[in-house]
Nanobody
């Protein structure tokens, strides 16, 4: 089983939207938890949103009401829809599939830059 693969990052203006994709290397039906984290330079990696196999989701306070995490099980993909982006959302976004304590469960990240 390989790492998940993130995509969808890019440059966007404040107030804009992006949709990130996390494609799992195995069936989502077999994965209990998928999460999105982000890391800015000099900062720790922090949780953005996560979703369980039963579609229970939770979010960091800073993104509630702006970001939505959802699963497309037939595509083995978990999406992070990001709306009303702010300058502080600039970071590398990583997803993990399964336990976040296992290094091989993490992707290599996708850069999101919010700038005027």
């Amino acid at each position: 089983q390989g790492r998940p693969v993130e995509s969808g990052g890019g440059l966007v203006q404040p107030g804009g939207s992006l949709r990130l994709s996390c494609v799992a290397s195995q069936s989502l039906s077999d994965i209990k938890l998928v999460g999105w984290y982000r890391q800015s330079p000099g900062q720790q990696r922090t949780l953005v949103a996560r979703i369980t196999r039963s579609n229970l989701a939770d979010y960091a306070d800073s993104v509630k009401g702006r970001f939505t995490i959802f699963r497309d099980t037939p595509k083995n993909t978990v999406f992070l829809q990001m709306d009303n982006l702010k300058l502080d959302d600039t970071a590398v976004y990583y997803c993990h599939t399964g336990s976040p304590a296992i290094e091989d469960n993490w992707g290599l990240g996708t850069q999101v830059t919010v700038s005027t």
